[in-house]
């Protein structure tokens, strides 16, 4: 997340709104340095090259900084009907199914912390899918990873989770009351984010 788009969340925008908004700002930057340019520029060809050059570059430029990945605006949740340990939660929240050493339930970690700190309603638990003989070391990694807010714990049938999570992981499931839904890592972009955050303002 770019520092533009968490400037946009301070402002209490959704995360979908905040990355939109990021986008749109640059080419309009662009259009402020034109309309400030212009008047030295006499040439009406010329005035319109560079405003199509500055704003196309300005949003280029933060393009190439922070490109958009085929995700990042993605929502599509599944219903999760498979029985599995997370039934026996009592209280609504996200559980991130995970596995150890994995590259990308680590680079999920900062997202969830920055999730957490701007929405502490939010819960949030990392279950990881180890043998026991793994689990103690495991579980102590992901710990100093999340810090404190985010719960991590072994998940009580690893199998089970990881069918689940369909062998793709990390794996994010909304358990609330009326039920459970799940995203891959793909899937959990701007859109779920928002989804999730509303779920606990109910």
């Known amino acids: 997340m770019s520092s533009v788009e968490s400037f946009f969340l301070d ?8 990355k939109v908004a990021a986008y749109l700002l640059f080419p309009l ?3 402020l340095v034109w309309l400030i340019v212009k008047r030295w520029i006499r040439k009406r060809t010329l ?3 560079a405003l199509l050059v500055l704003c196309v570059g300005f949003f280029f430029g ?11 605006f993605s929502n599509n949740p599944t219903p999760v009907q498979m029985k599995s340990e997370l039934d026996d939660l009592e209280t609504q929240q996200l559980v991130v199914i995970s596995i150890p050493n994995c590259p990308f339930c ?3 970690i900062a997202r ?4 957490r700190e701007r929405h502490p309603e939010v819960k949030i638990e990392y279950r990881v899918c180890v043998s026991n003989s793994g689990a103690a070391e495991a579980v102590s990694a992901y710990r100093k ?43 959990f972009g701007a859109g779920a984010m928002d989804e999730v955050v509303a779920a606990f303002e109910k």
Do not use: C
């Open 11 to 18: 402002l209490e925008l959704s995360y979908t709104l905040s």
């Open 112 to 115: 969830m912390r920055a999730l």
């Open 62 to 72: 933060y393009f190439f900084l922070h490109p958009i990945y085929e995700g990042d």
């Open 47 to 49: 005035k319109i090259a």
């Open 145 to 187: 990873m999340t810090g404190k807010g985010i719960a991590v714990s072994q998940a009580a049938d690893e199998r089970q989770l990881a069918i689940l999570a369909e062998m793709s992981f990390p794996a994010f499931v909304l358990v609330t009351k009326s039920g459970k839904k799940k995203w891959s890592n793909d899937d």
């Open 106 to 108: 680590q680079e999920s």
């Open 29 to 31: 930057l662009g259009l």
